[in-house]
Nanobody
């Protein structure tokens, strides 16, 4: 069964840094795409960054030059989001998600919740980790 577990969220001051981690438990596909998304209070979920099995990366314009996505493939795949020069507008709940070469590969927010049939889902979301940046 595929599960995602995020960690690393915290409260920091403007200009600070954080590194988020997301561990992918279980196997989904050899053509997977992993992404980070965020949702601020009262707003919709937006894409932040994505990577794929070939290490191609994409970034939203709002985070280019400040955030870096990377992955580590050991027993489980872990995707990281290094966030530097944080701004108050980066405050949000951050989620990671994975699909089988679908919308995440193009930095498009997949449906939430995902459509599932039993334990098989079109994609999978983690539970989220909170990032708060104060000015």
């Amino acid at each position: 069964q595929v599960q995602l577990q995020e960690s690393g969220g915290d409260s920091v001051q403007s200009g600070g840094s954080l590194r988020l981690s997301c561990v992918l438990h279980g196997y989904i596909s050899s053509t997977y795409c992993l992404g980070w998304f965020r949702q601020a209070p009262g707003k919709g979920r937006e894409a932040v960054a994505s990577t794929d099995a070939s290490d191609h990366v994409l970034y939203a314009d709002a985070v280019k030059g400040r955030f870096t996505i990377s992955q580590e493939n050991a027993h489980d795949i872990t995707v990281y989001l290094q966030m530097d020069n944080l701004k108050p507008e980066d405050t949000a709940m951050y989620y990671c998600a994975v699909d089988r070469g679908g919308p995440i590969c193009s930095l498009v927010v997949p449906d939430y919740p995902a459509q599932c049939s039993g334990s098989w889902c079109t994609h999978y979301w983690g539970q989220g980790t909170q990032v708060t940046v104060s000015s």
